[in-house]
T-cell receptor, first 109, second 113 residues
Framework: GIQVEQSPPDLILQEGANSTLRCNFS?????LQWFHQNPWGQLINLFY???GTKQNGRLSATTVATERYSLLYISSSQTTDSGVYFC???????????FGSGTRLQVQP | KAGVTQTPRYLIKTRGQQVTLSCSPI?????VSWYQQTPGQGLQFLFE???????NKGNFPGRFSGRQFSNSRSEMNVSTLELGDSALYLC????????????FGPGTRLTVT
């Protein structure tokens, strides 16, 4: 099956710092999503981005499908950004999301 | 538009029992998928239903089953519970399979003792 690797696994930042999370995947995909898992376990949709670039406030994401990677940028981080960020992909024709292991982000005041 | 809802939110069962979890998708969404999250295995796909038919199944034993009703609501059942079935079970919906993003519910946290 498709492999999804996220880096770094853990990240500690000071409030106000910027960060870049990376997601590499091993096959062609028709769906790529970034999620933030809140402390209660719910996956919050950040971006649906099988290709191209999107921005939403302090967050932005870029997917280069031909090179099989996606980046999530967090600027001016806040303590509320803490949590686990997941990248998930759906291989063309597979009809199921495959998740990476996540990046655990801790933003310190 | 209301989000994906799951019931119950928390559940404690004993080994050998069975359990049924419920998921109501976003209104108009016809595809429902189930995922299991554990500390050791991470997030893994269980199965997907579309138009009351199972369209895809993950690598889980036959003790895990599901169904979808005509109103797109879905249930999953786990029989003969094992300690390793303790997990967060997440349901996701989307308008139709293969093209659009998935939206997740809050999950059901199952503890097997």
């Amino acid at each position: 099956g498709i492999q999804v690797e996220q880096s770094p696994p853990d990240l500690i930042l000071q409030e106000g710092a910027n960060s870049t999370l990376r997601c590499n995947f091993s096959d062609s995909v028709n769906n790529l999503q970034w999620f933030h898992q809140n402390p209660w376990g719910q996956l919050i949709n950040l971006f649906y981005i099988p290709s191209g670039t999107k921005q939403n406030g302090r967050l932005s994401a870029t997917t280069v499908a031909t090179e099989r990677y996606s980046l999530l940028y967090i600027s001016s981080s806040q303590t509320t950004d803490s949590g686990v960020y997941f990248c998930a992909v759906e291989r063309t024709g597979r009809r199921a999301l495959t998740f990476g292991s996540g990046t655990r982000l801790q933003v310190q005041p | 538009k209301a989000g994906v809802t799951q019931t119950p939110r928390y559940l404690i069962k004993t080994r050998g029992q069975q359990v049924t979890l419920s998921c109501s998708p976003i209104s108009g969404h016809r595809s429902v998928s189930w995922y299991q999250q554990t500390p050791g295995q991470g997030l893994q796909f269980l199965f997907e239903y579309f138009s009351e038919t199972q369209r895809n199944k993950g690598n889980f034993p036959g003790r895990f089953s599901g169904r979808q009703f005509s109103n797109s609501r879905s249930e999953m059942n786990v029989s003969t519970l094992e300690l390793g079935d303790s997990a967060l079970y997440l349901c996701a919906s989307r308008f139709r399979a293969g093209t659009y993003e998935q939206y997740f519910g809050p999950g059901t946290r199952l503890t097997v003792t």
